[in-house]
């Protein structure tokens, strides 16, 4: 199955008038770094009246969905508009009945001159109506609210392999426990809210020409298991939170963005695992390397050589496994690239 480009567009706003937003015969000068830069275009005067609204991406929003925020409809630039910006928050459903029902910040980046943020609903968020509010230093405000909606998952069965000890009762018990271990030293891992480390979009792991087709399988960049279906191991059941690329052993895996290396080690469940922190919450991580040629605490571009596909940990084959994750929350990455205008080139089992 082809996958099409997202739709883009204001998919749900809510637009008010915000006038006066900088001192009289002055810019604003909140952020002394910033008025210079803003003084050499002088877009925005006293006199300006900007009608501002709220972008919400995508249009349904389930379970486990990343959710694309932007202030759009300003006349000046992405970052004069973020100097103004008080504070912004998102009021959501918990994933269980007391938790995350407490207002969250939100941190807005100037992504091709719109401010962007992102938000990752959990694939067991509560679902029900979520609040996204923000109010500027002048003292306006916009708000806006959206649906999440539940996510129908499937079950599939797949077996304990033999190098983590075989499909035995014991064997699904202790990848559970180590799996439970790991996640916490994964979920743990820093990534810096206030600041993004990229500027332009995401982009896939694998190169489309390192994969090629053959008489039974397609080339290109194909998805061979999807976010979100429940694996059943006998008596345990893990969630598949991330995609798996169609990857033959020693394809070269590249970052999908700028960022840091947090995590660059060898885990008996996830194999060789990379996590990037691409920074505003956002992390990409990289698992069943077959080699990693990056280190903690290492700079990397933006398509930068990074690792290599194998088949080490808990898997069946070789592949790539990605996760993505705003703010500890992994959704769905198929989703997340298609804000980016990106999609898969097929599906393939």
Do not use: C
Not at 141 to 168: H, M, Y
């Amino acid at each position: 199955m082809v996958v099409g480009a997202a739709i883009f567009g204001i998919i749900i706003a809510v637009a008010i008038v915000v006038g006066s937003w900088y001192p009289t015969n002055t810019i604003n000068t909140v952020n002394a770094t910033n008025a210079v830069s803003l003084a050499t275009t002088s877009v925005i005067t006293a006199t300006t009246t900007s009608t501002l609204s709220i972008s919400i991406l995508p249009k349904h929003i389930i379970e486990g969905d990343p959710v694309m925020i932007t202030i759009v409809g300003t006349t000046g630039t992405a970052d004069s508009l973020l100097s103004n910006i008080k504070n912004a928050t998102l009021i959501a459903p918990g994933p269980n009945a007391t938790d995350r029902n407490t207002a969250i910040s939100l941190h807005f980046l100037n992504y091709k001159n719109i401010p962007t943020t992102f938000y990752g609903t959990g694939i067991n968020q509560k679902t029900g109506t979520t609040t996204v509010g923000i109010t500027f230093k002048n003292g306006s405000k916009l708000s806006v609210s959206f649906f999440i909606g539940a996510r129908i998952s499937q079950t599939e069965n797949l077996a304990v392999p033999a190098q983590l000890g075989g499909n035995s009762t014991s064997s699904q018990k202790q990848l559970v426990t180590n799996l439970f271990k790991q996640n916490t030293i994964l979920a743990n891992t820093y990534s810096n809210p206030n600041i993004s480390y990229w500027t332009s979009a995401f982009t896939w792991p694998i190169h489309a020409g390192d994969i090629p087709s053959t008489p039974t399988s397609p080339g290109g960049i194909v998805i061979t298991d999807t976010f979100g279906y429940i694996r059943s191991s006998g008596t345990e059941t893990i969630i598949h939170k991330g995609i798996d690329f169609k990857a033959p052993p020693g394809t070269p895996i590249y970052s999908v963005n700028a960022g840091y290396v947090r995590v660059a080690k060898l885990f008996s469940v996830y194999g060789n695992t990379i996590v990037v922190d691409h920074g505003l919450g956002i992390q990409s991580w990289y698992m069943h390397l077959s080699k990693m040629v990056v280190t903690p605490s290492e700079v990397v571009k933006q398509g930068q050589l990074i690792g290599y596909s194998g088949e080490t940990g808990y898997t069946e084959g070789p592949h790539l496994h990605l996760s993505i994750r705003i703010d500890g929350v992994s959704i769905d990455p198929i989703k997340f690239y298609a804000l980016f205008g990106l999609a898969p080139d097929s599906y393939s089992n």
